[in-house]
């Protein structure tokens, strides 16, 4: 028992630490209760254990081990910081638990693996049973493969990621030991029931005898896929749902787990890929071109060797790649053909995605090889081409297959469709758009009707499989002219095709059983509408989309498959027509018809009108009736009232009855006919309208056109295009055959009839209402008259809506309505232009002695070749995907040395992205990857032309095929600056812009986490500018997880990285498709064509067409809400006339947020900076390109055009629409504003006065709205606009200045000061001399406080114009120094400097003219009630570069005070005999009207008495007469109403309160009225604060300007508050460690950076911290930031630049415990190092990051040992068991440390001795000491404090010596140490004399500090100064303005002066202060004058003091 003793009684921790192993076990229990016992996961006591946890289970004793590992299981399982301690614990247990006997410890070990993976842990675990994998004890090796093998089995093969498992798997099956194997083959089993046969490809290598016990173990598994048991904290959800599903039995998830297992397992990804390249023959190449078969043959079987590695390593396939495809296209030996066929397989096979760059290349070479007959051949040839299908998207080998479709060789064509089939099968419905396969079918169509059978038969298997994947509706609208039995046929196939996923349907199941197969979310939206076409009815109802839908629905073919049955009608013989006829019209009418007479012709055509009338639509036989019509004479009718009824009747026919196609073939012939027929002609169009209701507009008009041109008659050629024109405007563009009317209107451009051409151009107008620009390429090649005319029909089109169809809403209601998305998909293919323009086939151009050359060696030779393409293209101007071996070369040139040659490279891809259009995707692998290459190169002019390229490929191609695959993350993980950088700001642009991206982007993770560590800096900051865009996509989990990869010190960085971009991710963009459905039909129906819903449904999958393109089309047509996707040129061009907006509609667009990136990619050079002295070309197009989004496309136009009257009429619209969108005016304020700046430089007069009056009204508007610019706008227009004010013409100059008169209203009085400053610099005189007069009323308005940089430097530039030759201008600055004079009197004369007799002479003489003209005391009165109201926006001043720290700041907050003031004066003046009360200003709160009535009112005192006895003598100069207002009891409710408000969340209110504050602080005979409120004060401070980081600080709507001034506000009334020691210390520790948490906190924010003069504000700041550390109750203090301290080092959130900061400041305060040791409570402060020691015992100090923390407080003990001795530890007295406390024993440790130390360094035991060695001691850091002293003397901030500890140093050390520290200034600097010593000495002799009962503080640098409250008597000294300060107030004296208050004996130049004036007034206050002083120090006694002053004073202040009490 003696031995436990010991032990029995120490904390558990450190029992668990024993070297006893009973205490350990001991402890070990005793943590598992208490493990067991803590209910808050997130206690502070887990956190003592956390390096205990590895001990427990390497525990060394085996019996103490098992209760250590049962310990740590509990700890594991309910320690919210248990998840740090992973990497060691089961590292431990792997080598010290899974060797042990004890089958329980193996358990135990292993239940703590698992209980690490359920706590989010699972790679960690995994890693580390890896690694004990290899370990040498096969007992070791055993328990981790069962540990994996349980852990698999409970979590799944979604938690335990297999491929490491299965990559180590071949090697255990290779252990010697049995026991090892076994294990493993458990493994084996429990992997293949997750993985299935997926595990097969590894393990293929193992021994055929282990093989095939597996073999035989896996088919006794059992069939149904197996579930996750166990689930992980996160998981919480699933294993509710688990739990339900046990307890109810079922097996509801059986086949979702089954599609989830299949999509997630493949087993490509367990294998290691394999490098091949090297492995090649040396000698391959050459053999491969060899003569003889045999030597290609070696060199093919070598590849296929390789080949056959089923997974190989990415690399530069190409020159293999060629050399394969040669063989296969151009070997004569079959059997060669065959292998090289095989090796591409094969290599296809291995790279899978990555093969795509090289698809393009080789499918059209193996298509055209399928003439070849073998067998054996053609099965290779198909191998080879369905691996390469599966690398690539069907849209990329399109243009490749439809090309071969049409070859004469059927086995060609065979192929092809069979091929088709094949790859149908594994696509889906999203993968296989209406735009793709409507090319296919048609081909398909062709080959159903071929003489071949076989080749007929595939067309058939084709077709079929493809209505299998994508539903029999979605096919049929392109079966249209095929039969009923081709059709069966068709469908036959479908229900025989058995798709990749091995799931076969039949008829209608076909479409559900697909998407179940694959991936149920992409099929899930393409399923339903061809599945219910219930929708129909409700649509059929609704309003709007009426009207849409005959814009989308009219397409001849899409049309006729819904209503076969009705409109498909067979052509009838004479006879059954006349019988059909007969029977509905009378026996008259049918035997008048074909009369001789006119007459009863006519009387005939009455009857059959009214029967038509009266006929019922189901039995009227259309094709009868008009046939009767045609009858002889028919169309050739001669009497014109016979022919008008005739048409008329047709019109009727077509539009009573079901009027099919074949019955208007008969009728079109005579329409067109008659169509130019003066009298018949309109009925014909009318007869034609109708046909064309009836029939499709596109099928009426494409026949009709064709009518007519194959007539020769001009007249009926121009009606009917007018005729066309017109019904294309009513029914809408929707269908319209573009091409087929293209060429028409190019036969009418050529026709000689000149109506017939107008008519042509006027149809063209009205097309390209539709079409927009794009529709002028189609006719560049016209002569450039006929040019110049559709020019101008365009230009007439400019800007205007297409109008709304009014026509072919009849057939909405009708069954066809369920296809309406199909039908707008496949129509919307051909609502695109830019894939109807007319294409060049180039191959054949691109020969192979043109590649060669582009190959070449001689650059010379390379760059012919290039020139030779680029000739090549310009020629072609729009060319086909084809582009034969060109892609191939001009990779290799792009990374040429010669950097011209990758210039031009450059440039010829631009050209091949514009000339190739969308089919450009497909070279995206093997071109633009390249592309992305170069942006890693060292020059710029190259990386800039690089950028330009990809941006022209992106435009075509969209982002989806970039961020495809893996070679993007490829590129990123290249090590090289300038490409990441480049790349990372490339996808921080285009990220936003997309709704989707594929699942790819995830591998750029890894390497974008990597950038944010990256040497470089800018890479880090592009890759912190991409974060937020990447997260918008892949969700904040996913990249969090990500994480988890990285190194413990990375993944802390990247975190909190990642939580900052959290909180910026931008929104994702909207579905385009929702927009464009739903905005337009509320928003305006007049404004509804058809183009818009047709085209814009294009894109129907996630990427579908390129973002880019489509976005901005639905995004116009959706309005203003919509336009963010903007990103190219050509999309916004082709799509502006067409769905642009009504110029009745908004024309200003509200971008969020736009303004600050645009400001953001200023600052960052992304853009030009707007500054120039005229405007080039690149800032207009710039500019031009930013307003794209901020304006209607037509007021863009009119903005931009070249005619000067556009732009008037483009202002005057801008004008009417400001008020009512005045919020989307502001979002682009600084583009407005750079345009007019333009128009400054026009010399048109017109424009001129015309923006004038715009920025007027603007100004005005702005100002009504508080708006108030920001300097990047400012500096972009104030220059320009000053340009104007030297303008010649009176009008305008008056204007500009009218202007920059409400400037002031929107900015800064201060800032617009420089800008007119420099305006004075023009060598135009009357510029010189208007900025002059404008600076005078600057001046004049705003006071001496608007001039900048400081008022002496402002006027002496000004001075200088008083010579200048011209007058106006010398009266300008003569004026201007007036307006200075009247602000400031004499002190003008200083500041101006030194001036000529001459200018001198005329200054005077203006100055006394001024001063007979008006007197000055009205002037002054004028000048502050003008400066009232326009005072605040002089706010922020600009401060100068020598100023200090606090002036600016001090200026900032105390506006409202000086307001205030100056107020106060104005009523002084006009009622003096009114008493007042103290009411912190309440006058500010008074005359702002927003707040008055808020405020209580006061009780009115009389203070006469008081007052009374002080004569005021006349006054000197104005005065501003401060408040001398008592104190009543009902202060307190006051200050405590103030208080509140200070925390508002109202900025204007927080400040408001402030300034009243301020102003009771900085007043010595007030501030003791906030005395017992200073704690409350400090509590609404830092409440304050943290809502302006919390809140204001994120509201992007807030003004940053306001939150700095309220920063500025708070932190001088800290400042003020933390002067004065009397106040300061009454601040309690709780409320000081809040204060300092907010103080370091705003300090470490780095938003306030990005605030305008933020670093001004971190350094006020630190200047407060240091005062309140220095002010406050040293005792509080240092308890505050110890226990602040151990806050933040607990906290696992916060910053460890926090505990950084809350440790210097503990620096400081132990750097000053020698002056301070008396005033701190040692016993409190014991208390809380004690109670920090709990928390962070010594060896859990030792464990942080940093070991500051444990020095810091190291520190702290032993600098109190040394200044207190043994006596520390009599001030324990507050611990409870202060034998349990590590702190006594540390400090006996450095008492005896000190004692021994003193000890040995002398022997004497003298009081003499003693203090000797002292001094020896602390002599040895004397450098140290003095240095920090000389710092503070040379900073401006600590100056005064450097003086005073240099003096008490010398009195402490008078051997001391300073010489060496002198030496080396300047002589200035020693004058002015000796000087400040000289001053202290004199000061410390005078107060030696005044009995004190405490502590002189440090002298003050605020004269607040001066405290009355502690009775002590002054010396003459200060009451002296006190009077001085007194006289200065009342105007007395001239030294000092009101505004500022010289501190008491400070030797800094200014404290707080904001301008060279106040300097100079507080110099000449030093000087006469200092005269005093010295005065003083050479006669101890004050003069008897001073000394009857001092009395009546003394009278005077003990009267306010009994008053108080």
Sequence with gaps: MGDDSEWIKLPIDQKCEHKIWKARLHGYEEALKLFQRIEDEKSPEWGKYLGLTKRFVTESNAVAQLKGLEAALAYIENAHVAGRTTGEVVSGVVCKVFNQPKARAKDLGMDICLMYIEIEKAEVVQDELIKGLENKNPKIIVACIETLRKALCEFGSKIITLKPVVKVLPKLFESREKAVRDEAKLLAVEIYRWIRDALRPPLQNINSVQLKELEEEWVKLPTSPPKQSRFLRSQQDLKAKFEKQQAAGGDEADGEADEETEAQVDAYELLEAVEILSKLPKDFYEKIEAKKWQERKEALEAVEALTKNPKLENGDYGDLVRALKKVIGKDANVMLVALAAKCMAGLTTGLRKKFGTYAGHVVPTILEKFKEKKPQVVQALQEAIDAVFLTTTLQNISEDVLAVMDNKNPSIKQQASLFLARSFRHCTPSTLPKSVLKPFCAAFLKQVNDSAPEVRDAAFEALGTAMKVVGEKAVNPFLTEVDKLKLDKIKECADKVELAGGKKGDGGGVKKAKPAAKAPPPAEAPAKPSGPPKKAPPAKASGPPKKGKPASAPSGKSKKAPESKETVETELSTEV????????????????????????????????????????????????????????????????????????????????????????????????????????????????????????????????????????????????????????????????????????????????????????????????????????????????????????????????????????????????????????????????????????DISDKITSDMVSKIEDKNWKVRKEGLDEVAAIISEAKFIQASIGELPMALKGRLNDSNKLLVQQTLTILQQIATAMGPALKQHVKNLGIPVITVLGDSKANVRAAAMATLNAWVEQTGMKEWLEGEDL????????????????????????????????????????????????????????????????????????????????????????????????????????????????????????????????????????????????????????????????????????????????????????????????????????????????????????????????????????????????????????????ECEAVISCLDLVLKWFTLRFFDTNTSVLMKALEFLKLLFIMLSKKDYQLNDYEASSFIPYLILKVGESKDVVRKDVRAILTMLCKVYAASKVFPFLMDGTKSKNSKQRSECLEELGCLIENFGMNVCQPTPAKALKEIAVHIGDRDTTVRNAALNTVLAAYNACGDQVFKLIGNLSEKEMSMLEERIKRAAKKSPAAPAKQERVQKEQPTNPNATFLRKPAQEEVPNKLRIMYRTYRIQARAQNALLDQSAPSIPKEFQLDLDVFENNHTCASDIPDLVQHKLDEVLEPVMIPERKIRSVSPHFDDIHNSTASTINFVISQVASGDIN????????????????????????????????????????????????????????????????????????????????????????????????????????????????????????????????????????????????????????????????????????????????????????????????????????????????????????????????????????????????????????????????????????????????????????????????????????????????????????????????????????????????EGKGRIPTSTVIPPPSTDPSSVSLGNGDDLNAAAYYERLKILRQRRGLENSTPEEERPPLGSLKPSVASCTDMLHSKLSQLKESREHFQQEQSHSHSPTRSSASNLDDLKKRLERIKSKRQ
């Design 577 to 840: 027509c006349e019988e059909k006829a007969a029977a509905v019209l009378p026996a008259s009418c049918m035997q008048l018809l074909d009369s001789a007479n006119w007459k009863e012709r006519l009387a005939s055509m009455e009857e059959f009108q009214r029967a038509v009338e009266q006929m019922d639509k189901s039995e009227m036989p259309c094709q009868a009736l008009v046939r009767m019509l045609a009858k002889k004479p028919g169309w050739k009718e001669t009497n014109f009232q016979v022919m008008q009824m005739k048409l008329h009747i047709v019109g009727l026919i077509a539009q009573k009855g079901s009027f099919s196609k074949t019955s208007a073939l008969v009728v079109l012939d005579g329409l067109v006919d008659k169509i130019g027929d003066v009298k018949c002609g309109i009925k014909a169009k009318e007869a034609l309208t109708a046909i064309g209701e009836a029939c499709s507009l596109p099928w009426t008009a494409e026949q009709v056109v064709s009518v007519a041109f194959a007539q020769k008659n001009p007249k009926n050629q121009a009606e009917t295009l007018s005729w066309l024109a017109n019904a294309m405007k009513e029914f809408g563009f929707a269908g319209i055959n573009v091409k087929a009317f293209i060429n028409n209107v190019k036969t009418a451009l050529g026709a000689t009839n000149p109506a017939v051409r107008t008519s042509a151009i006027t149809l063209l107008g009205v097309m390209y209402l539709y079409m927009g620009a794009p529709l002028r390429m189609f006719f560049e090649d016209e002569k450039p008259a006929l040019l110049s005319q559709i020019d101008a029909e365009f230009e007439k089109m400019q800007g205007q809506t297409p109008p709304a169809s009014i026509r072919g809403s009849k057939k909405v209601g009708t069954e066809e309505e369920g296809d309406e998305a199909d039908e707008e998909q496949v129509d919307g293919g051909a609502g695109d232009i830019m894939d109807l323009l007319p294409r060049t």
């Design 1549 to 1884: 209110t927080s400040i408001q309160a402030l300034a009243q504050i301020d102003e009771v602080l900085r007043q010595a005979d007030k501030a003791e009225a906030m005395s017992g409120h200073i704690d409350q004060f400090l509590i609404a401070t830092f409440m304050q604060l943290r809502l302006i980081y919390n809140t204001h600080m994120a509201d992007d709507r807030l003004d940053k300007k306001d939150i700095f001034k309220l920063y500025s506000c708070i932190i001088g009334n800290m400042l003020s508050l933390f002067s004065m020691e009397s106040l300061a210390r009454e601040a309690s520790i709780g409320v000081l460690k809040d204060l300092m948490h907010g103080l370091i906190t705003l300090m470490l924010d780095s938003r306030v950076e990005d605030i305008e003069d933020g670093q001004q504000l971190i350094r006020s700041v630190n200047l407060l911290m240091v005062r309140v550390l220095e002010r406050s109750d040293q005792t509080n203090i240092l308890s505050a930031l110890l226990v602040l301290l151990q806050d933040s080092l607990t906290s696992t959130a916060g910053s460890p630049m926090f505990s950084e900061l809350v440790m210097k400041c503990l620096w400081r305060m132990i750097r000053f415990l020698p002056q301070t040791i008396n005033s701190i409570n040692l016993d409190r402060i014991l208390l809380d190092v004690h109670n920090f020691m709990k928390v962070f015992p010594k060896e859990k100090l030792k464990q942080l990051k940093s070991d500051v923390p444990h020095r810091t407080l190291k520190t702290l003990l032993h600098t109190l040992c040394k200044l207190t001795g043994a006596k520390i530890l009599d001030h324990l007295s507050m611990i409870e068991n202060r034998n349990e406390s590590e702190l006594e024993a540390h400090l006996r440790k450095v008492v005896k440390l000190l004692a021994n130390l003193s000890g040995h360094k002398s022997d004497k035991s003298t009081e003499k001795g003693a203090l000797r060695s002292d001094d020896k001691v602390i002599k040895a850091n004397v450098s140290d000491i003095l240095s920090e002293i000389f710092k503070k003397i040379g900073s401006k901030e600590n100056t005064k404090e450097g003086l005073t500890e240099l003096y008490e140093y010398k009195q402490k050390y008078s051997d001391a010596d300073i010489e060496p520290f002198l030496r080396n200034t300047s002589q200035f600097f020693q004058s002015y140490v000796e000087r400040g010593l000289r001053m202290i000495e004199s000061e410390r």
């Design 969 to 1220: 993350s490829e590129e990123l993980k290249k090590e090289n600056p300038f490409l990441r950088q480049e790349l990372l700001g490339w996808l921080a642009e285009k990220l936003p812009t997309l709704r989707a991206v594929p699942a790819d982007l995830m591998l750029c993770i890894p390497h974008l986490f990597t950038c944010l560590e990256d040497r470089s800096g800018d890479v880090r900051k592009k890759a912190q500018d991409a974060l937020p865009t990447f997260m918008m996509h892949l969700g904040y989990e996913k990249m969090n997880k990500a994480t988890s990869k990285l190194k413990p010190a990375s993944k802390d960085q990247v975190v909190s990285m990642l939580e900052k971009a959290r909180a910026v991710m931008p929104a994702k963009v909207a579905a385009p498709a929702k927009a464009a459905a739903s905005k337009p039909a509320p928003s305006a129906p007049a404004a509804k064509p058809a183009s818009a819903p047709a085209r814009n449904q294009t894109p129907s999958e996630d990427f579908g067409e390129p973002e880019p393109k489509a976005d901005p089309k639905k995004a116009k047509s959706a309005g203003p809400a919509a336009k963010k996707g903007v990103v190219g040129k050509k999309p916004p061009v082709k799509v502006g006339a067409k769905d642009e907006e009504d110029k009745s509609g908004p024309i200003y667009i509200l971008v969020p947020n736009g303004k600050e990136q645009r400001v953001k990619e200023e600052k960052g050079l992304k853009i030009l900076k707007w500054n120039f002295m005229t405007p080039r070309d690149e800032y207009v197009e710039q500019l031009k390109t930013q307003l794209s989004t901020c304006l209607a496309k037509w007021l863009l136009d009119e903005l931009f055009h070249f005619d000067f009257q556009r732009h008037v009429k483009a202002i005057g619209a801008m004008i009417e629409h400001m008020e009512a």
